[in-house]
């Protein structure tokens, strides 16, 4: 058990169990999740149980073992931040390390994060998927890449605006630890992200977005569409295989309808594989069957399989086409790319040579 895994409800129960009165909970909670303190400096909580929960072991942290920044600040990227992570248990061999990324924009400040160490999927064009999977993040894990990048920004004024589960691994492969994680980012007495700007992105994993309906999570969704064709969908994603896209966009008619929310779909772009009017043609008869959706178009940034990543000209080219359709598409460049820390280049480059020995 981790404590920084519990909703306030369950500490309570804690804290009886302890003999302890049940404010205790709030104490804590407020503590860890919304001023970050570390267990030592919970001065409100008596001595004995803050010895005990350090005994116990009942809140354990991952290290920061690498940081980089980019270093040529621009109009897209404002210094974006590449953390690598690692867990490692005590007395087991189990070791997870895994990657998150701080993103600034000139609005927003993002916390990008994973929730796996590594990814189980094959998508062609992703650097994480060559990587073997080392496995599900816990809760307390995947909210600890979130309060260490903030912690280690403490000096900058403005706060964390955004989180995207955008990082390694397919947050639907973890749904349980995923919407755990959420759920606590977005309690007012944490740090109160709302549900507008908490994201979760699927590769496609079907049976996540119905458990989303199903129990009213109501967290933006973004899938990784990448093509309108199911056969050529599948060569990219061969997730496909398991979750059909034409199953695929039902059940996202089904979360816009539930929800009243928009879907976004995120867009790879590959020159001669995915970018041709025929392609243009299929995503916009998508956009006019779902009407409450947009695009973001991402630029290949890692070149497999001898493909190219598409000019300036050509995404601008791209996302004309579709804006003359009354497509709703945005393309804001690729931060971090320098650093290896731009969408699909989530691969533990420096640490690579350990992980696979
Ligand atoms: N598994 C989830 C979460 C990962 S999000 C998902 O697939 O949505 C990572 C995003 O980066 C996805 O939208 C993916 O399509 C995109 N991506 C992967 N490889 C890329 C690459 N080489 N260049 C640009 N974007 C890439």
Same mark, same amino acid.
Request: charged share 25%; hydrophobic share 30%.
């Given at each position: 058990m981790n404590l920084l895994e519990l909703y306030p409800e369950e500490l309570e129960t804690f804290f009886l169990k302890l003999g302890e009165p049940k404010y205790r909970a709030g104490q804590i909670f407020l503590r860890i999740h919304k001023h970050l303190s570390s267990i030592d400096?919970? %001065?409100e909580l008596p001595k004995k149980i803050r010895n005990y929960i350090i005994e116990k072991q009942l809140i354990t942290e991952i290290q920061m073992i690498q940081h980089e920044k980019v270093s040529n600040i621009n109009l897209n990227d404002f210094g974006t931040q590449k953390f690598v992570f690692e867990y490692k248990h005590e007395k087991s061999s189990l070791s997870r390390i895994f990657e998150a990324v701080w993103i600034v924009s000139e609005k927003r400040k993002t916390a990008c994060i994973s929730s796996q160490s590594g990814c189980s999927l094959n998508c062609t064009f992703c650097a994480t998927a060559k990587l073997p999977f080392m496995g599900n993040l816990a809760t307390w894990q995947i909210l600890q890449q979130v309060y260490k990048m903030i912690l280690y920004n403490k000096n900058y004024q403005e706060k964390l605006t955004n989180v995207v589960f955008m990082g390694m691994g397919e947050p639907f492969y973890n749904y349980d630890n995923v919407i755990r994680a959420a759920k606590i980012l977005n309690h007012p007495m944490g740090l109160n992200?709302?549900?507008?700007?908490?994201t979760i992105s699927t590769a496609g994993v079907i049976t996540g977005i119905q458990r989303l309906i199903q129990e009213n999570q109501p967290f933006n969704l973004a899938i990784s569409l990448n093509s309108p064709f199911e056969e050529e969908r599948t060569k990219l994603m061969d997730i496909t295989k398991k979750f059909p896209l034409t199953d695929l966009?039902?059940?996202c008619k089904e979360y816009i309808i539930h929800f009243k929310k928009k879907i976004t779909f995120e867009y790879v772009l590959i020159p001669d594989i995915n970018m041709s009017k025929r392609h243009i043609l299929e995503l916009v008869k998508i956009a006019k069957q779902l009407k409450y959706c947009k695009f973001n178009l991402i630029p290949l940034n890692t070149n497999f399989n001898n493909?190219?990543? &598409?000019?300036?000209?050509?995404v601008l080219n791209f996302q004309k086409k579709l804006r003359e359709n009354d497509i709703l598409v945005? %393309?804001? *460049?690729? &931060? *971090?790319?320098t650093i290896n820390a731009a969408c699909g280049m989530l691969a533990l480059q420096k640490v690579?040579?350990?992980i696979i020995s």
């Open positions: 400096k919970i %001065y992200i709302g549900v507008r700007h908490i966009l039902k059940i493909w190219r990543a &598409p000019t300036e000209l050509e945005f %393309y804001r *460049g690729s &931060p *971090g790319k690579h040579s350990n």
